[in-house]
């Protein structure tokens, strides 16, 4: 099967090459590539604005996108932002939802967080006035949901990593749904890292806002979406303002549209979006049962393979059950950014520093970082078997 | 790809460097001044303390987390800066940064083994550090 799903990927066919960085920045199958090339070619135009034949394509398409970002999430099609990235998703709920917050409210997150979920909302704080608490992490990277005392009457807004990009970890999102929706806030979940491992039902695990980005789901770059509950989202207000977001417009103000058109100011990023529906309609059709179960075989035989390096230490969970085949370590007497150039030089790539997660380096005692290799679909045993060579070899150049 | 085996063994990675990583780094108990920098990339921290007496470096101190190329850039920068004016200490970074990019002359007879570091332009913030920590320091 993977043999099957590699040959989907034109970067893949190279001799020695080792793509680990999956996390990152996952490869584009060669349908997506021809599909965003074919929309510049044929439908080049703006959205929801002309009437010619191109303008006609392009609101077919970035229709036909939306309709299978919906497809992928199990939900309606008014309830899909496209933003330009997960970032960007991230940031606009902060501050959509930071609009209504100030003094005496609390934001809850985790000490697990991206950067991206967890800046805007500290930065946010600074002007607001609410304050930002986060959960801490059991020595495995896992969120600690033993006691939830921090989600009280004064909690707004949870958010949430849903897998961190570091430990691989996977979130209980609905046992933080319960507790959140118990003391009336709204749960953000990032969905970076959780979505390139197959379609999410962000309704049915108890989310009421989720993001993710195209470019980590085999889609291209400058792509992500916001997903909120369609009563949700109706409730909050536009972020940014511009073309194509607004009805009624004066010198004495504007009536923005209903979402998701209220959250898509200016010309949204058409063609990555196109890209995105066939990265996902692609997605949707691989038997996820049986790449699930190839990927964490990978990920067992990784985890063995680390395990028996002198001097090795995983960060983030051993066992397969609520993880994700990310996997993240550090090595005595090597700093990661050192083993991965040497990596690198074997052609294997992975990631090596802090991970855009300053916070969980600090909690799990990470001063220098750590090495992150992350798998996908596409990954095979030869991959995992060139980091566990290429790391013996480095350990004989630096120690 | 690169070929396998041959370059693990790179030049980067050569004893000299190595050598020059595994000194170990000391803080200034007293310093004048203290500055310190992080390269976001890949998390190396220089803490760099000096001592100045007439306008010359007298004693410069420093502490490194960071990877190999940064430390061994660190132990240069600490054993080269002693005794140098301030004003012209302060100019190594960007000597150093024009050794690295544009192919410039090694300021410092020691920097020599870092030209192999040239090609390697993700790896310029790490030996580049330690210098920009002086200048820092040095209050420019």
Known sequence: MTVAIRTVFPVLDRAGFHYLDSAAMAQLPGAVMEAV??????ARANVHRGLHELARRADDAYDAARQSVARFLSAEMDEVVFTGGCTMALNMLALALGEALGPGDRVVASVAEHHSNLLPWLMLAQRKGFEVVTLAVDDDGRLRLDDLSLINEHCRVVAVTHASNVTGAVTDIPRLAEAAHAVGARLVVDGAQMVPHGPVNPRALGADFYAFAGHKAYGPTGIGVLWGRRELLAQLPPVLWGGGMVGMVGLDGALPLDPPQRFEAGTPPVAQAVGLGVALDWMSGLDWPAVTAVEMSLTRHLLDGLAALDGVRVVGPLKL?????????VAEGCHPHDLAHLLAERGVAVRGGAHCARPLMTALGLEEGCVRASLAPYTNRA????????????FKVLR | MSNPGENMTEAIYQQEIKDLAAVAARRLDVPDASATLDNPLCGDTVVLDLRLTDGRIEALGHGVKGCLLCKAAATVAARSAVGLEADVAATLADRVSVMLKQGGEPPIPALAPFLTVRPHKSR???VLLPFKALAKALGR
Do not use: I, N, Q
């Open chain 2, 124 to 126: 310029h913030g790490c």
């Open chain 1, 321 to 329: 059950e609520a993880r994700l085949p990310v996997v993240s370590f």
């Open chain 1, 383 to 394: 991959d995992v078997e060139a980091l566990l060579d290429g790391l013996d070899l480095a």
């Open chain 1, 37 to 42: 090339a074919h929309h510049d070619l044929t």
